[in-house]
């Protein structure tokens, strides 16, 4: 499949750490990117590449792969990382991009 | 910094073509490190990748639209757009404009987005 798959629902205790991962066998060769979105707002990228932040972006958010399985951790998570994240890569093919349908984050 | 802008009709009808244009600034549309892309999010629903064009002309599109969509660069205008024809109420979505990095080096960036409605 060409597709990358993320868990519907995640939560996390205020201050904890939470990982999010996204699955597919693109991601064997492609780095995935993270977007959230915080409802009625565009995205907005969090990591991109191997594990790099736009400025802005707080350095309690990390991303990294293993296999065929790219995650995004939020170390210490805050009420305001509720939202939803979305990974974002390559197809195997390399020729189209994909997302992956979206992680709720719940921060109780 | 690059800086992406979309613009275009709010309103579409039904079996119509939906054209939107997207104007960057900060750096050029013929630069090697980025795809230019579209985006859409229907409303309450998750984000689809439309599709992406190369500055030395490639073009590759979602399968699903592939038969109904144009995508094009106008370099002199540091312009691109993006054209779906013979819509349906199922493309009423947010649109995104985007630069894509051509590799994990370069960080993509986003317009603010357009709703666009297929109504009658």
Redesign the interface.
């Given at each position: 499949s060409s597709a990358v798959t993320q868990d519907p629902a995640v939560s996390v205790a205020l201050g904890q750490t939470v990982r999010i991962t996204c699955q597919g066998d693109s991601l064997k060769n492609y780095?995935a990117?993270w977007?959230q979105q915080h409802p009625g707002q565009?995205?907005i990228?969090v990591i991109?590449?191997?594990n790099?932040r736009?400025s802005g972006i707080p350095d309690r958010f990390s991303g990294s792969t293993s296999g065929n399985t790219a995650s995004l951790t939020i170390t210490g998570a805050q009420a305001e990382d509720e939202a939803d994240y979305?990974c974002?890569s390559r197809d195997t093919s390399g020729?189209?991009?994909?997302?992956g349908?979206?992680t709720k984050l719940t921060v109780v | 910094q690059l800086q992406l802008q979309e613009s275009g009709p709010r309103l579409v009808k039904p079996s119509e073509t939906l054209s939107l244009t997207c104007t960057v600034s900060g750096g050029s549309i013929s630069s090697s490190s980025y795809y230019w892309?579209w985006?859409r999010q229907p409303p309450g629903k998750?984000?689809?990748?439309i599709g992406?064009k190369y500055h030395n002309g490639i073009t590759?599109y979602?399968?699903s639209l592939k038969s109904r969509l144009a995508m094009s660069v106008d370099t002199s205008k540091n312009q691109f757009s993006l054209r779906l024809n013979s819509v349906t109420a199922s493309d009423t979505a947010?649109y995104?404009c985007a630069s894509?990095?051509s590799s994990?080096?370069y960080?993509?960036?986003?317009g603010?987005?357009t709703l666009v409605t297929v109504s009658s």
């Open positions: 780095y990117n977007y565009a995205p990228l991109y590449g191997k790099n736009p979305y974002f020729h189209h991009w994909v997302f349908g979206g | 892309g985006i998750g984000l689809e990748w992406s590759y979602n399968p947010m995104y894509l990095g994990a080096w960080k993509d960036s986003w603010r987005g």
